[in-house]
């Protein structure tokens, strides 16, 4: 079964890309996929991975290790999860500095101090000795974050750090990556199922559905104008405040799968705007420079738009 298929993006620094879609559509699995965190039986089986100048995928383990959380950091989504209960907060912090460079104890101590600052944890040094089950989950949150910086990553993967939090934490996090990625001008691949995060963080989006890319390009470009189905009906179940909305009901599971396994577009048992062609399956195809689209009816639709 391939979990993911078919998803290729390009990111300079001071680029972020969103990457949307449901449960189950492979926004997780890109990401580990470019960690080399897959869990088994997961794995890679072709492609490649480019990474300044070198194919992540024909790395030692050794060699991944050195890129992993210094080159490149994560942001989990589950800061209880990522952080281990049985030890300090500064210690674990420390940690991730000594496994990529031999610092003296009392300057990886300043640095810890210094991003748990800039993370927006209150008086920092004194939060050295406490353990995770004392911080609420938006300080827990904002350890993951201080911890992803330290060793000033030039690409930083996060996937879905808001979940957990409620409406007001999430836009105080929200507001503290942006902050973050303005100052360091890093590169920042954001996986998320809220557009609303999207809208607010990312210059470009990715939308996937079922292990592919049915939708990319720039935010609002997408936003005003989607062209595929799937991309509308996630928009469209987006809540917008006083405003009552009825959302299309889909299928179950099962008859998904079915018109997923007979071959053709995987979202067409799903899809209002579905016909005899959709059971062959698509291209993503690009409509011009920024974006692009894997949909029969969209490419027809953009087609004769472009005639007229």
Not at 73 to 89: G, K
Not at 264 to 289: M, N
Request: aromatic share 4%; glycine share 8%; charged share 25%.
């Amino acid at each position: 079964m391939h979990a993911v298929e078919d998803v290729s993006f390009e990111l300079d620094r001071g680029d972020t890309l969103g990457i949307v879609g449901e449960s189950g559509s492979g926004k997780t699995a890109t990401v580990m996929s470019l960690l080399g965190l897959l869990p088994p039986p997961g794995r890679v089986v072709r492609g490649e991975i480019e990474f300044e100048g070198q194919d992540l995928l024909t790395l030692r383990d050794d060699e991944l290790r050195r890129i992993r959380g210094n080159r490149m950091a994560l942001i989990p989504q589950n800061p209880m999860a990522a952080l281990n209960p049985l030890f300090t907060v500064g210690w674990q912090l420390r940690e991730a500095i000594a496994s990529h460079a031999s610092a003296p104890k009392r300057e990886a101590t300043a640095r810890v101090v210094e991003m748990l600052g800039q993370a927006g944890i209150p008086d920092p040094r004194a939060q050295l000795d406490r353990y995770p089950h004392e911080f609420s989950g938006g300080m827990r949150q904002r350890i993951l974050i201080a911890m992803a910086m330290l060793n000033n990553p030039v690409l930083l993967l996060a996937d879905e750090p808001t979940t957990a939090l409620d409406t007001t934490t999430q836009a105080n996090v929200l507001e503290l990556l942006v902050d973050i990625v303005e100052r360091s001008k890093m590169a920042v691949l954001l996986i998320t199922h809220n557009m609303g995060v999207v809208a607010s963080m990312c210059e470009r989006v990715i939308v996937m559905y079922r292990g592919r890319v049915v939708e990319s390009g720039l935010v609002a470009d997408v936003f005003r104008n989607p062209k595929h189905p799937y991309t509308q009906e996630l928009l469209r179940a987006t809540p917008r405040f006083g405003e009552r909305r009825s959302v299309r009901a889909v299928l179950d599971e099962s008859t998904e799968h079915d018109a997923t396994v007979a071959g053709g577009c995987a979202y067409r048992s799903r899809c209002p705007f579905a016909e005899a062609q959709c059971a062959i399956p698509p291209a993503l195809t690009a409509l011009d420079d920024t974006r692009s689209v894997r949909c029969w009816v969209a490419l027809r639709e953009s087609a004769n738009a472009g005639v007229a």
